[in-house]
């Protein structure tokens, strides 16, 4: 479906590990299976300029659990990584998709280059744009402090979260937060918002922003990566998010097959207009589909 320039893609739903997780599917049917997963607090709507640009792929973007339509966890349950993971698993499962290419953005492409560490079987080859598996440089005693206040959150109520007259102010409320234009955030809200009384809210489980348990220290990403066997490429926006950038020259030095590109851009490059394109070509070119990329460098 077209909507001022974007293509919306096919709705798709999955009932897995007792969620319902909604998503959108694009390309040819008989093209190269491909997983796309989005970033913190966004939806599947993030890849709707991206993803027409890439046909001969059979691309699947999936709503992670808490997120845009796809149901929330229980009560008392975390949001970790390891289950995104195992979630993106049984949907490639349902889809009878045992070797498949993933595409991920900022919190997607850090579970995405996990999922290819830990099951470098499944994994055809992974597209990283403005994330990776990396901590931020978080220690590890802080991580163990993050791991307490992260039980301390889960055990109180969360409360709804602020209530916005329409999407257009939620959208303009987004870009002033972040580093994204009007027309990169009124996408992502287009999606990601619900009626309630006095106008509109977000979808997303607002327990999404507690810390997160559990996380890997760096010795524990070295040896995760060290077994990352199928080919990855990170798209890194020179003016997007600054908390893996630190660590990209340990990434490079422990995964095995990894190639760099850098980009002028913001952080959801590969959804603003003037920047999207330019993403497009790095990764047809990446998985052979065409020509050699022009207008960036290449530092790996």
Not at 23 to 47: C, M, R, S, V
Request: hydrophobic share 40%; net charge negative; aromatic share 6%.
């Amino acid at each position: 479906m077209m909507n001022d320039g974007l293509i919306e893609g096919k709705a798709l739903t999955f009932n897995v590990l007792g969620l319902r997780l909604h998503g959108k599917q694009w390309g040819d049917p008989e093209g190269i299976p491909t997983i796309a997963l989005h970033g913190w607090l966004d939806n599947a709507n993030t890849f709707d300029r991206l993803a027409p640009l890439i046909p001969e792929l059979n691309l699947v973007a999936l709503d992670f659990a808490g997120h845009g339509l796809s149901t929330h966890r229980a009560e008392g349950v975390h949001y970790h990584p390891i289950y995104d993971i195992q979630e993106v698993l049984a949907v490639a499962n349902e889809l009878n998709w045992h070797q498949f290419n993933v595409i991920g953005h900022s919190m997607g492409a850090s579970i995405a280059s996990e999922l290819a560490a830990l099951f470098p079987d499944r994994v055809r080859a992974s597209v990283l744009i403005d994330g990776f598996l990396a901590t931020g440089g978080v220690s590890a005693e802080e991580r163990i402090e993050q791991t307490r206040v992260a039980i301390e959150k889960i055990l109180k109520p969360h409360h709804q979260a602020r209530v916005f007259p329409d999407q257009q102010t939620m959208a303009k409320r987004v870009a002033e937060a972040t580093d994204q234009t009007i027309e990169a955030s009124s996408v992502l809200v287009a999606r990601g918002h619900k009626q309630v009384e006095g106008g509109i809210t977000w979808r997303s489980d607002p327990r999404i922003r507690y810390p997160t348990p559990l996380r890997h220290t760096r010795d524990q990403i070295n040896l995760l990566l060290k077994d990352s066997t199928s080919p990855s490429l990170l798209i890194v926006a020179e003016q997007g998010d600054e908390w893996y950038q630190g660590e990209i020259s340990l990434a490079r030095e422990h995964h095995p097959n990894l190639q760099v590109e850098r980009m002028p851009g913001p952080h959801h490059v590969h959804l603003e207009p003037g920047y999207f394109d330019q993403v497009a070509v790095f990764i047809r070119h990446f998985l052979n589909l065409d020509d050699e990329p022009k207008g960036a460098t290449k530092t790996g």
